[in-house]
């Protein structure tokens, strides 16, 4: 692979770990996590092998939306700490390797961010169009909005100055404006301020939301096209510091998400969460048939070289299946998330992986060996290695952002402070701390942590799962996927059964007897005949990593 004159593309091959500050570790003993308990766990996380960091929003807030509804893009919430203890935790994070990036939540404020107050404080105001008003009254928007439970249209009433503001979210998030200069300038200095204190780059929130500028006025009267705005604020970014990455949430079918890639070398988003091929990963596991997420694999929109999947099998909202068919859609309710308390917005399952497969430690193992052998950049979220639960209990996306378990102790080890004054309860019951925590999982050698582990490391040492396109390879077992990544002289063979009963593959490899089989995760026996057919043994839910070097070549592993 030439380089040329690229700078590193380190995000090719990271692996992320997504976490919130305030429920990962609580230092002071007050109820809230905060940077000081988050620099203190670092060595967990290098251990666990994890190269970049993603921090949920940490900036004051007035916490309508869980950090997401920012009041001040510089600061950071004091409950958390401040400026300092920021620093100290990207410069450990650096010491052990992990870069650190932060979520840039700029598709809207809080209605409490001065720039709001100001606005809606008189039509004259300096700001008032830092924000998108209407005076006429607006249509009907309930299909458009994204909390049905909370909102009916995304326009809201302003009292004071007699029009409706734009707000794509909660209404306590009036949408802004970055079809106006003023408001691009800020958005780039916040972006500074935070590259200057050590960021490798930005988690960045509804980016078709932030470029939807709908009824916004067309700035300067010229025609604008949306996407030369996030190729400006790249552009920006890579003069800031050369190999800064973007990573978005952009959940859209491939044939739209693929334009906030950017053209040449990627001039837009670097990384993009793959909605899709997690949507039909549930789908496929539902069904223990392979095909629907094979199918979506090969309608992959070809990346530019510079650009990236972000591969996931949960994060922090609800686990959202709106890209399927509506029976589609009921197939992985029925199967992962049947009663309606597990159910969010008609659209998704406010569950963790664990419960969603009954607890079974094969089928959870399935999972993660399968998302972290999809050709692109895998995406924790805090507790997975773990097998944490959620809590129902509590309200709506919060049930699976309950707080890390690291012990048995009380509050799982989170926090000293009484359990009645916790940012957050731990779950109860069979995923609750005395059963699911990192204390017991560490020196266990069968545990999900030290699965975990190998599986990250198995990544780590595969480059190709980060450089590689997907070759899909022909066998008749439907509930098997087979694959192929293949970098430079570079080869993994990759197997999953999603189904209940062992299974033997036989599958024809390209360059066949001049091949060495390497078993990357395990021992486990396989064969390969002299014509270049591999037969791999596979057990129900099992799964194989099976690396190919021409024989007589430096053994990788
Ligand atoms: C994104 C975030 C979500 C948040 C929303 C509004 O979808 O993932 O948690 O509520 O944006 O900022
Ligand atoms: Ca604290």
């Known amino acids: 692979?030439?380089?040329?004159?690229?700078?590193?593309?380190?995000?090719?091959?990271?692996?992320?770990?997504?976490?919130?500050?305030?429920?990962?570790?609580?230092?002071?003993?007050?109820?809230?996590g905060d940077f000081q308990g988050l620099t203190e766990r670092i060595d967990y996380l290098a251990g666990l092998g994890v190269t970049c960091l993603w921090l949920m929003p940490f900036y004051p807030t007035t916490d309508r939306d869980d950090g997401y509804d920012i009041t001040d893009y510089y600061g950071?919430?004091?409950?958390?700490?401040?400026?300092?203890?920021?620093?100290?935790?990207?410069?450990?994070?650096?010491?052990?390797?992990?870069?650190?990036?932060?979520?840039?939540?700029?598709?809207?404020?809080?209605?409490?961010?001065?720039?709001?107050?100001?606005?809606?404080?008189?039509?004259?105001?300096?700001?008032?169009?830092?924000?998108?008003?209407?005076?006429?009254?607006?249509?009907?928007?309930?299909?458009?909005?994204?909390?049905?439970?909370?909102?009916?249209?995304?326009?809201?009433?302003?009292?004071?100055?007699?029009?409706?503001?734009?707000?794509?979210?909660?209404?306590e998030q009036p949408d802004l404006d970055i079809t106006n200069p003023r408001v691009r300038d800020e958005i780039a200095k916040v972006l500074g301020f935070w590259?200057?204190?050590?960021?490798?780059?930005?988690?960045?929130?509804?980016?078709?939301?932030?470029?939807?500028?709908?009824?916004?006025?067309?700035?300067?009267?010229?025609?604008?096209d949306p996407h030369d705005y996030l190729r400006s604020l790249r552009a920006f970014l890579g003069r800031r510091r050369g190999d800064a990455m973007l990573l978005g949430e952009v959940n859209l079918p491939y044939e739209d998400q693929v334009a906030f890639f950017g053209e040449g070398d990627g001039d837009q988003l670097t990384m993009i969460f793959d909605f899709m091929a997690m949507q039909k990963m549930y789908l496929s596991l539902a069904r223990r048939d392979a095909r629907p997420l094979a199918d979506t694999l090969l309608q992959r929109p070809p990346l530019p070289v510079h650009s990236q999947w972000g591969v996931f099998a949960r994060n922090h909202d609800e686990l959202t299946l709106d890209k399927l068919t509506d029976e589609e859609r009921h197939e992985v309710f029925a199967a992962f998330g049947p009663e309606e308390s597990m159910q969010l917005f008609g659209r998704g399952i406010r569950r963790r992986v664990p419960?969603?497969?009954?607890?079974?430690?094969?089928?959870?193992?399935?999972?993660?060996?399968?998302?972290?052998?999809?050709?692109?950049?895998?995406?924790?979220?805090?507790?997975?290695?773990?097998?944490?639960?959620?809590?129902?209990?509590?309200?709506?996306?919060?049930?699976?952002?309950?707080?890390?378990?690291?012990?048995?102790?009380?509050?799982?080890?989170?926090?000293?402070?009484?359990?009645?004054?916790?940012?957050?309860?731990?779950?109860?019951?069979?995923?609750?701390?005395?059963h699911v925590n990192v204390a017991a999982q560490r020196p266990d050698p069968d545990s999900l942590l030290s699965f975990m582990r190998s599986l990250v490391r198995a990544y780590r040492e595969s480059p190709e799962l980060g450089w590689a396109e997907l070759h899909l390879l022909e066998q008749p077992h439907v509930e098997v996927l087979a694959h192929e990544c293949r970098w430079d002289d570079r080869r993994l063979l990759l197997v999953h059964n999603l189904g209940p009963?062992?299974?033997?593959?036989?599958?024809?490899?390209?360059?066949?007897?001049?091949?060495?089989?390497?078993?990357?995760?395990?021992?486990a026996p396989c064969t390969l005949d002299a014509d270049g057919t591999v037969h791999v043994e596979l057990d129900g839910y099992g799964f194989r990593w099976l690396r190919l070097s021409p024989v007589g070549t430096k053994r990788i592993w």
């Open 1 to 32: 692979m030439d380089f040329g004159e690229t700078s590193d593309l380190w995000w090719k091959t990271a692996v992320v770990y997504c976490l919130d500050v305030q429920t990962f570790m609580d230092w002071n003993d007050d109820g809230i």
């Open 76 to 171: 950071v919430d004091a409950r958390l700490g401040h400026h300092g203890d920021f620093v100290e935790l990207v410069r450990t994070a650096r010491d052990r390797g992990m870069r650190v990036i932060v979520d840039l939540v700029v598709n809207h404020t809080s209605d409490q961010h001065p720039w709001f107050l100001d606005a809606r404080s008189s039509k004259d105001s300096a700001y008032r169009d830092f924000y998108v008003w209407r005076s006429d009254p607006p249509p009907d928007t309930s299909d458009k909005v994204v909390f049905p439970d909370a909102e009916d249209s995304i326009w809201e009433y302003d009292e004071r100055t007699g029009e409706y503001f734009l707000h794509s979210f909660y209404r």
């Open 195 to 224: 590259l200057e204190l050590g960021v490798a780059g930005f988690r960045v929130d509804a980016v078709p939301s932030l470029l939807d500028v709908a009824g916004a006025e067309p700035a300067l009267g010229e025609d604008l």
């Open 355 to 434: 419960p969603m497969m009954e607890g079974d430690p094969r089928r959870i193992r399935l999972v993660y060996s399968l998302m972290f052998s999809l050709p692109g950049t895998p995406v924790l979220f805090f507790g997975e290695e773990i097998g944490m639960g959620e809590n129902l209990d509590l309200e709506g996306r919060m049930a699976v952002r309950s707080p890390m378990q690291w012990s048995e102790q009380e509050n799982g080890g989170f926090s000293g402070a009484p359990p009645d004054q916790l940012k957050r309860p731990p779950t109860a019951g069979a995923y609750g701390p005395e």
């Open 501 to 523: 009963e062992p299974r033997r593959v036989s599958l024809q490899i390209e360059g066949g007897d001049g091949i060495d089989l390497v078993d990357v995760l395990g021992e």
